[in-house]
């Protein structure tokens, strides 16, 4: 992790601006796993679901960054539902 790290420009990961989307009306699915160590998972779905009210946000259990590899079942039921409402 920390030769990643080293090649990142920011220290830190830098927050998205989220804000946009909450204007336009874009429908959004966030998928965030709850053991995301870039991003605080837990913080990260949270902000998302104050920011975005009516985004559809899953914090995946058993899953980091890459949440689509760690929980793909779930990733692939949260896209089905998502897209065909």
Sequence with gaps: MSTFRCGLREPRPVKCDIGRLATNGTP???????????HD?????????????????????????????????VVTTELKKFLRP
Excluded: C, K, S, Y
């Excluded at 959004?28 to 870039?38: K, S, Y």
């Excluded at 985004?55 to 760690?70: C, R, S």
């Design 28 to 38: 959004v699915l966030a998928l965030i796993g709850r053991e995301e160590t870039l």
């Design 41 to 73: 998972g837990a913080m990260t779905a949270d902000r998302f679901q104050r920011q975005l009210p009516g985004a559809e946000v899953v914090l995946g259990d058993d899953a980091n960054h890459l949440i689509f590899i760690d929980q793909q079942d």
